[in-house]
């Protein structure tokens, strides 16, 4: 119904407010990365809904993602 869209319109546009304070945030305590996202919404009385986002702002060290990604090659080479 138009009542229900309208709900969840409202509720779209906090959310992505919410995840942008979480991104500036962590940019601000010098992380490259946010794990552990955590979201909340709840419809109070008179037609008010609370959105809460949450997460664990952290520094991702490059060379360990690169260091992933060749034993992710090499082990799929092995398989084949």
């Known amino acids: 119904s138009k009542y229900y869209n309208s709900i969840q319109d409202s ?3 906090v ?3 919410a995840f ?3 991104q500036d945030n962590a940019i601000n305590l010098d992380a490259n990365a946010i794990v552990g ?3 909340d919404v709840e419809l109070l009385t008179s037609n008010y ?3 809460s986002v949450t997460g664990t702002a952290v520094k991702v060290k490059i060379w360990l993602i690169k ?3 060749i034993l ?3 082990y799929s080479k092995t398989k084949n």
């Open 72 to 74: 992710k090659n090499f």
């Open 20 to 22: 942008k304070k979480l």
């Open 15 to 17: 959310k992505e407010e």
């Open 11 to 13: 509720v779209d546009v």
């Open 37 to 39: 996202i955590k979201i």
């Open 49 to 51: 809904t609370m959105v």
């Open 67 to 69: 260091y992933e990604l």
